[in-house]
Nanobody
């Protein structure tokens, strides 16, 4: 089992910045993908960004150029730096870790609220 604990989030004005952190613990494989997803009001959960052990990143088009994902493989943490925030970025943000054959092991954090006021 893997546990994911998120921190950060909160209320920020449009154009501002916010950082999220996710700490993973438990039975973590040497190869995994960590990422952030979000679910806005009345919307489905969607990908925000992912980062592999090797540092390869993937971003949703809506956040490219504004968000930066990074990770510390020693501490098993993933960070999401969010800049130039927009009201439409308002959502509950979830940390995710995938590992194992075909990424069958799929773990989620409890979620943290990000609210961007206009």
């Amino acid at each position: 089992q893997v546990q994911l604990v998120e921190s950060g989030g909160g209320l920020v004005q449009a154009g501002g910045s916010l950082g999220l952190s996710c700490a993973a613990s438990g039975s973590i494989f040497s190869r995994n993908i960590m990422g952030w997803y979000r679910q806005g009001p009345g919307k489905q959960r969607e990908l925000v960004a992912t980062v592999t052990i090797g540092g390869s990143t993937n971003y949703a088009d809506s956040v490219k150029g504004r968000f930066v994902i990074s990770r510390d493989n020693v501490k098993n943490t993933a960070l999401l730096q969010m800049n130039s925030l927009k009201p439409e970025d308002t959502a509950v943000y979830y940390c995710n870790l995938k590992q194992g054959v075909y990424d069958r092991q799929n773990y989620w954090g409890q979620g943290t609220q990000v609210t961007v006021s206009s």
